[in-house]
């Protein structure tokens, strides 16, 4: 029996134990949305700590991306070897000693490193959370439990943005002086430690996942970890799907397993991995978390405005996922990414004519009362319809539409690509606002939002329902 078809004996699934697992693994997906989140607000105090120019400026907020980078390629496969838990372990760990290095840094090259290094745990919690998700829970209830990674992510971004608008409210400004005579934005990053240390102690109490532990020849403890969801009958005959889709390949999992035998060249299946997490950094999503309060400000917002946008956008992407969590199961994946490719596309284009119809003075972009209005409204439906779909859509799919034998190395090499856009996009941003201008940057986002659409119809296949058994390369 698939879980697909276990859909109607969900009355026998532990649900709180299901859901204790899920609240434990997606504290990741916070720490990954607060450590991206954090950097919004803090440019001021970089600059001015720091010196930099806007090349600089975007080297430092990209360093993080960098990390995201090595750490999704090294997680996902680390994974297959010690485990799903254990190297989620090892991200809270590179949490804790991020924050505190950003928050301590002397000097752009140590704040870099620092960034770099939690990065690195933001890679892991990136992959590892959705595949760790959609390992344990029941098929016709994953894409709602996977999509929680998302509402978590935004979390943790509205989390910065709160924590960033009161540390900076109560100083008076980002650089001025808060406790112990440090500027607030040094408190910024120091704040992070709390969840981190959370996360840390809270991934002592999940069990690691049923399907790494089959992989390894750990049936016995598989079969408890999935006795305690399923009861015994359905444990017994998942372990034995699990083994029985395993051994359909010879050999452990390894990297030449993306290659089709039959043509020698990438599975498609991995291409349409690959291109679901490029197009979600193409569309620019991370130019509002990463930059919104500059971008604001830039034009004619004051920073606290800008601050409390950022909150406005965080508190509408929630909502936007809660949508998304109560369609998921209902309408499918691929529907959602389609209606929030063309909703992004419009959206974007909005905003890349009101920027168009700016001007500048005194080297900031002036937009009219009533435009602003306009691309206040463009930017934040814009934020919705990627939180509808693109956002929490794209991780629960690399999540599980991988089969068993190649999930690790896919989902290292589809997230490895995720974050190099992602860095690409964001170190970009500075100078294609300042060299091309606001209207071409958000007129090349809104172009990717539109060939995503064409994309996703070409390329992406439904999973919904679907065990991760029935899953085909």
Sequence with gaps: MSDAQAGGEEGRVNLAFVAMIVVVATIGGFMFGYDSGVINGTQDGLESAFGLSKLGTGLNVGAILLGCAVGAFVAARLADLIGRRSVMMIGAALFVASAIGAGAAGSSLMFIIARFIGGVGVGAASVLAPVYISEVTPASIRGRLSSLQQIMIITGLTGAFVANYLLARNAGSSTAPLWFDLPAWRWMFWMQVIPALIYLFALMMIPESPRYLVARGRDAEALATLTRIFGPPRATALVAEIRASLAADHHRPRFADLVDPATGRLRRLVWAGIGIAVFQQLVGINIVFYYGAVLWQSVGFSESDALLINILSGTLSILACFVTVALIDKLGRKPLLLVGSAGMAVTLGTMAV???????????????????????????????????????????????????????????????????????????FPAMAAGLGLMVTYGFYAASAFLSFFFVRAMVRETRGRSLEEMAG
């Excluded at 001007?359 to 409204?377: C, E, Q, R």
């Design 354 to 428: 009101c920027f168009g119809t700016g001007t500048f003075a005194g080297g900031h972009l002036v937009l009219s009362d009533n435009v602003g209005v306009v691309a206040l409204i463009a930017a934040n439906a814009y934020v919705v319809f990627f939180n509808l779909s693109w956002g929490p859509v794209m991780w629960v799919m690399l999540g599980e539409m991988f089969p068993n034998q190649i999930r690790g190395s896919a989902l290292a090499v589809s997230g490895f690509a995720q974050w190099i856009a992602n860095f690409g996009i964001s170190v970009s």
